[in-house]
């Protein structure tokens, strides 16, 4: 059964006022079609070509413009079967019929025509008729749909109703696996809605961050959740091995990312100290074909320049030269991982960008250690390559640095 306080959440939204829609007015096919014969006047015999050109040489403008409209009407045509299959049918492939009816519409209402009243109403109708045809509510189906309206939420900037519902779900899914987790033949689900768990508090992290709420301790504390988690099942299955139907657990990449997300909180706070072992575990889960590795090393280069961690009597402190060595080491290995990636398969856009923002960081810390031919030569190659990829911010960020440096070339 479903939790009935996540029902309240639904039943209780109110955002707007619901609109009132009005059946359409009877179409009469006699006002369009007529009933009475009419004679048409005979035709010349003439050939289609000719009168086609004769029509084209009387109203080029009006033949050109009919032609445009039947060809986009013909593509709209394709476009349109396009949608519906691959949008109203493909996707809703997993759901019963009754369900899958109520999210097209929720869909609708989320993503095309957004009316968050309707689309929370059908997201309510398809999770109770979900519930009345006994599906499993912490099915990823299930799971999805409720994921849905937090993400509609946000996407309206109601971003305490998003983390209210994300609550609810990480609530139930917790619950779940303490009380029905550790039974027979429920192993291979525990490891689904854990994962789940886990996604969700990473996300919840970054809700309470954002500047609509600004909780930095709820923040830290779903994201240390996240890591824990992540991390304490992974060393369990490493110690005592992968149990019968468990299934696999989450990727690498999946692991780097919930602690990617814990640094980058610490880096907003500014204890780059703690973000600095983060971003490299991260790193190293990463594959070095994959672009975000850059983005990664970026972030390292940073924190290692400017991490300031509390006195220690055992630990002597890092004098400023060791730091800036060390970021940009680290910079330059962002520059040569985003040139060692070739493969189109392989290479995105963060490749490029991330690139750009490394040579603008080089240029920043050559201009630190006062080598100020050095910071030029970073910063012009920072803005060629941002010009080049279309990175509009890599430019500003050059063009500032070479303004401080004495003019903009």
Same mark, same amino acid.
């Given at each position: 059964?479903? $939790? ?76 349109? /079967? ?35 009243? /309707? ?87 970054? %809700? ?55 640094? /980058? ?14 971003? %490299?575990?991260?790193? /190293? ?12 090393? $970026? ?8 991490? $300031? ?16 060595? $060390? ?83």
């Amino acid at each position: 059964m479903f $939790n009935t306080s996540y029902a309240r959440i639904l039943l209780s939204t109110r955002i707007g006022q619901a609109i009132q829609h009005h059946p359409p007015l009877p179409i009469r096919f006699s006002r369009i079609f007529p009933t009475t014969r009419t004679s048409w006047p005979h035709s010349r015999h003439i050939t289609t070509r000719t009168a086609a050109k004769r029509v084209f040489k009387d109203n080029p403008i009006s033949v050109t413009l009919a032609a445009i409209f039947i060809v986009f009407g013909g593509g709209t045509l394709l476009y349109s /079967n396009y949608v519906y299959y691959f949008y109203i049918l493909k996707q809703f492939s997993a759901y019963p019929e009754p369900v899958a009816v109520k999210l097209r519409r929720a869909l609708f209402y989320t993503n095309v025509d957004v009316q968050p009243t /309707n689309a929370v109403k059908y997201y309510r109708q398809a999770l109770e008729i979900a519930d009345e045809m006994g599906l499993d509510p912490f099915s990823d189906e299930i799971l999805g749909v409720k994921i849905q309206v937090a993400f509609l939420m946000e996407k309206i900037r109601q971003t305490q109703q998003a983390i209210d519902v994300l609550e609810i779900v990480h609530a139930d899914c917790l619950r779940w696996i303490e009380e029905l987790g550790g039974k027979e033949g429920n192993a291979g689900k525990r490891s689904r809605v854990l994962g789940k768990t886990v996604g969700i508090s990473v996300k919840l992290g970054e %809700l309470y961050s954002s500047s609509a709420i600004d909780d930095v301790e709820a923040a830290e504390a779903k994201l240390m959740y996240s890591v824990t988690t992540v991390l304490n099942e992974k060393k369990r299955r490493e110690e005592e091995g992968v149990k019968e139907e468990e299934g696999p657990w989450m990727s690498d990449e999946e692991v780097g990312g919930a602690l990617e997300s814990l640094g /980058n909180h610490y880096e907003k706070r500014n204890l780059h100290y703690l973000a600095v072992p983060l971003f %490299l575990q991260a790193l /190293n889960l990463i594959p070095p074909s994959n672009c975000h590795s850059v983005v990664l090393m $970026n972030n390292l280069s940073i924190s290692l320049l400017l991490q $300031n961690p509390p006195p220690s009597p055992s630990v002597a402190p890092t004098s400023h030269a060791v730091m800036l060595d $060390n970021a940009t080491q680290w910079a330059r290995k962002a520059v040569a991982r985003a040139d060692s990636i070739s493969d189109p398969a392989h290479r995105t856009p963060e490749c490029d960008q991330g690139c750009a923002v490394a040579m603008v960081n080089l240029g920043d810390l050559a201009r630190r250690a006062e080598d100020a031919a050095e910071a030029r030569r970073w910063f012009r190659q920072g803005k060629k390559l941002s010009k080049d990829a279309g990175f509009v911010e890599g430019m500003q960020m050059a063009e500032a640095g070479l303004r401080e440096l004495g003019g903009v070339d």
